[in-house]
């Protein structure tokens, strides 16, 4: 394997997206990735700087599969929508302004994102990773009895159309709750 095709120059690596139902009510959209700090921006820094200042509670906004990694839900049920960042909800509040910017601009980052630089690590593919990684507190389980060491039933979460549409739909989510907020 080609090592230098496994580098990322934009501080995101492993962009991945999924939809499901934590129940038969609601709706979920989600956007795992893993964050680094690289010559080009110290997107992983940033990250820690911004849960720092903001988090009431320790692990506040951290994942548990490790601190490079962010999760972004959108919750969406008959009463109402939800954001998620890393299992904890980000509720619609000025204390909550530097998360809800963050998210904001990572998902434009991605969106905007030229495919290219959109870098999936092959051996990041595995039942283990990416399973903890997509749906935050729930196992995304993809089997194959007979060959369980198959990466490429994974394939359609790293499809980049896909990333790229679940990245502008959450950023949307966010410009409207932020719209609601401001009174615009």
């Known amino acids: 394997m080609d090592k230098i095709n496994n580098i990322s120059f934009t501080g995101i690596k492993n962009i991945a997206a999924c939809q499901f139902k934590r129940n038969e009510q609601s709706f979920s959209t989600a956007l795992s990735m893993c964050l680094t700090d690289d010559f080009n921006g110290k997107d992983l820094s940033e990250f820690h700087s911004m849960v720092k200042k903001v988090a009431t509670r320790p692990n506040q906004f951290k994942h ?42 990572k998902t434009r980052q991605i969106f905007r994102l030229p495919k290219e630089k959109m870098t999936v690590n092959e051996d990041y593919k595995t039942p283990d990773e990416v399973g903890k990684n997509l749906r935050y507190g729930t196992k995304y389980v993809f089997k194959d009895p007979d060959h369980p060491d198959r990466t490429d039933l994974y394939d359609d979460c790293f499809d980049k159309d896909v990333v790229k549409d679940v990245a502008k739909h959450i950023n949307q989510v966010i410009q409207k709750k932020m719209e609601i907020y401001f009174d615009v």
């Open 64 to 105: 548990y599969n490790g601190t490079d990694v962010v999760n972004i839900e959108h919750y969406a049920q008959n009463d109402g929508t939800a954001l998620f960042l890393n299992g904890d909800e980000v509720e619609i509040n000025d204390e909550n302004l530097p998360v809800l910017s963050y998210i904001a601009k």
